[in-house]
């Protein structure tokens, strides 16, 4: 009923820019929080940084003033802004989103297919 498709991921120097954009569709009434995650193989999945609808923003620490996150309501798409990437943040990135559904209002956990980035020279 919900699809998220991700986008933009690839291979990139250290030091370069990536944009990962992930579009939401089907039966959506509302969106909310939307995130985007990253896992490397063997390990848990990290949360890399959130958007809330208002539009206000969280990421980890290690992201920090490196990646923007942002979000189209309009076409129901956030996107990863990543720059000065370095090779620890070669990972499988993964979109997620909090999203209610038209048919009986259910509210659900909808996840990506994710996207590999891999940071090498």
């Known amino acids: 009923q919900v699809q998220l498709v991700e986008s933009g991921g690839g291979l990139v120097q250290p030091g370069g820019s990536l944009r990962l954009s992930c579009a939401a569709s089907?039966?959506?009434?509302?969106?909310?929080?939307m995130d985007w995650y990253r896992q490397a193989p063997g390990k848990q999945r990290e949360l890399v940084a959130t958007?809330?609808?208002?539009?206000?923003?969280y990421y980890v620490d290690s992201v920090k003033e490196r990646f923007t996150i942002s979000r189209d309501n309009a076409k129901n798409t956030v996107y990863l802004q990543m720059n000065s990437l370095k090779p620890e943040d070669t990972d499988v990135y993964y979109c997620?989103?909090?999203?209610?559904?038209?048919?009986?209002?259910?509210?659900?956990?909808?996840w990506g297919q994710g996207t590999q980035v891999t940071v090498s020279s």
């Open positions: 997620h989103a909090d999203i209610k559904i038209t048919i009986g209002f259910r509210r659900d956990d909808y």
């Open positions: 089907g039966s959506i009434f509302r969106i909310y929080a």
């Open positions: 958007i809330t609808s208002g539009g206000s923003t």
